[in-house]
């Protein structure tokens, strides 16, 4: 049987990431290459503990279906969560998804017809720009520096494209340049939006976990008129493999998202909602979030410690506050996935920059995940990029 | 914040599934509503155990990040469960969904360009027009007898449509009108799609729970070309809060699915399919499902007995062989969204006709669930029911 696909469905049968982590699975490869938490962190013990509890208390009830929004328990403490980081919501504007991927894509379904343009940071998260790509958008970029996106160029580009149909941004320790927005530029993000007309779409799946800086307010504390829509996530500050992050929207705009969640799969696993729940109310999650930033805090240093030692002296780099990555860039190397081939010869991995870019790939750059790697192996590992590298650019003189 | 929504978003807020299980969720009322299981039947404890076993042996496993197509071992164990409904397939063909309600939406995505015709029973499950209709298709019904799908109206309907792009079906205790389609017409359906190079899509979420009558296969297995994309689903075997869902294609379909499902929400939550896999290795599912379907087999019987002693003389209702529905028709009571008012006027709660019919709507038709309520509750409902249809008969007269 020949399938007549629509355009959603990518014509070639490349998946980057897929590939990736295969290259990354065999067990003699150092990965820095997913955006995986370290494993020893998981609350193992105190999620069986949870999961015990929900059997013995709510057994029939997390095993039947339930509502598209979310558990309402859950959704009540996630108002608490959001609280803690300044943005004061109710009931209504809070819904459960599968993980925040599904937050993503149902979003684009509902704003972006083919042809129209989505402006995300340049770069940006690769699984956002499949998404974004599936729908036929045409993704604009904004440049960055270390202070985040670029809100002069932002303003620009919102006169440029004045019918633009969202402004993605994850404003922390940006997937994949680890970089945080300021908070003036957060302000001015929010005013450029409003004043167009545009709505905002911010990710937020590694805000909590800070280990530098001072803290900076979401854009969705100074959203005035609903235009922000907030996303965030489980995954990082307790376990990914449970696929339970939240929307936090304008209840207008939730009413029509929930349709369309409940079009996608009815609603999120009850179970684990139900267990997550739990959890919170068992374990001080401040305390949890607080032991895996020091981890976090710590593997960085170590990994920008070992960059300054064993990478050539003229790269960039940045500097994290906090989250899970660092973005690199090396003068003289040209396409990472060269460089990632020489890196996996020498059995260590990380993504090449161009999965980040939706447009033109900016040579010589790509990102480092040091949340998922222990000291020796983050030592070992940098050491034999360093390796990788230098074969690299001794091969491009000639 | 006015958001631009694209055509993919409902335009009325209405939302007939959330209506009326909201209307059935007040405690005094008796609900034939909703498609759900018996909750009673739920394996809680052996869930626990399983869950427990999961924690223990793969405790940091199944909270990390996983793949998109599904966990391998779970993914084995519905080859064998493939096995037992006739169908031979390899691991390659099999995928893991949130689900099966994923799947339909990820296929419709996949096929479905807005005025594209999608061909479907008359009635048929709502979540699925809702899918279909959210990607702008055009749904064209296919009449339905005691055999199921009139294969022959679907002929000369195959021929108007040429370019229709897949036919959804539910040949096994049809959602929502209990009816089962023949072995002659399963092979004629898969000769009449295969012929006109139309795509099938097997959705087969209640085949297991079979009480009467004797077993055919489904259409997958009379497929030789990979035209038949088959669905089924944890929920009603097992337990539907789980969102668990597989589905069976042909492997070129199922490497671009994939591509979907990654974008859709990565993966499905994994603690779940470990979870499920335990279970299925602890216990026996034939056994499990066995009991399920003595249980239902009682209900069934139970209700049509009700119905016979408390509906007027003329009803039409069909006589499932399993699964978890009754489709009814009373003459002379036109919309049964009026019916239902005054049922829920009466506490006891069914589903109008009108919510599965995607063109014209069949009067005097609706849905009842037999699966979830017990035996006092299907007598007391039913008679419920028949005062409801006289009050309404008797209005009607004037």
Known sequence: M???????????????????????????????????????????EEMKTAADKVFDKYGKVVLQYSEAIGYSKLRKQIIDLMKERKVEVKL???????????????????????????????????????????????????????????????????????????????PNFQNPTGRTMTEYRRKKLVKIAKDAEIPVVEDDPYGAIRYAGNYVPPLKHFDRDGGVIYLSSFSKILAPGL????????????????????????????????????F?????????????????????????????????????????????????????????NELFKACIRNNVAFVPGSSFFAGDIKPGTFRLNFSNMNDDQIKEGIKRMGKSIAEILSDNKY
Chains 1, 2 share one sequence.
Do not use: C
């Open 2 to 44: 020949k399938f007549r696909y629509t355009k959603s469905v990518p014509k070639n049968n490349d998946n980057a990431t897929a590939e990736i982590l295969k290259a990354a699975a065999n067990p003699k490869v150092i990965s820095f290459g997913g955006g995986l938490p370290a494993p020893e962190l998981f609350p193992v």
């Open 92 to 170: 209504d504007n809070v819904g459960i998804v599968t993980g925040s991927q599904q937050a993503i894509d149902l979003i684009a379904r509902m704003l972006l017809n083919p042809g129209d343009v989505v402006i995300t940071e340049d770069p940006t998260y690769l699984a956002a720009i499949d998404v974004f790509n599936s729908y036929g958008a045409n993704i604009v970029g904004v440049s960055m520096d270390d202070d985040g996106m670029k809100t002069d160029d932002l303003e620009k580009l919102v006169k440029k494209y004045p019918e633009a149909k969202f402004i993605y941004t994850i």
């Open 280 to 336: 919170l109310i068992d374990v001080d999650i401040k305390k949890h979030i607080k032991d895996i930033t020091h981890v976090y805090e710590h593997r960085a240093n170590l990994m920008v410690k070992q960059i300054d030692k064993y990478f050539p002296q003229n790269v960039n780099h940045s500097n994290p506050e906090g989250g899970m990555f660092i973005w690199v860039e090396v003068p003289g190397v040209g396409d990472t």
């Open 243 to 278: 696929r339970m992050g939240w929307i936090v929207a304008d209840k207008s705009f939730m009413n029509k998202f929930v349709m369309l969640k409940q079009n996608a799969d009815l609603h999120t696993d009850n179970l684990t909602q139900y267990i997550v729940s739990q």
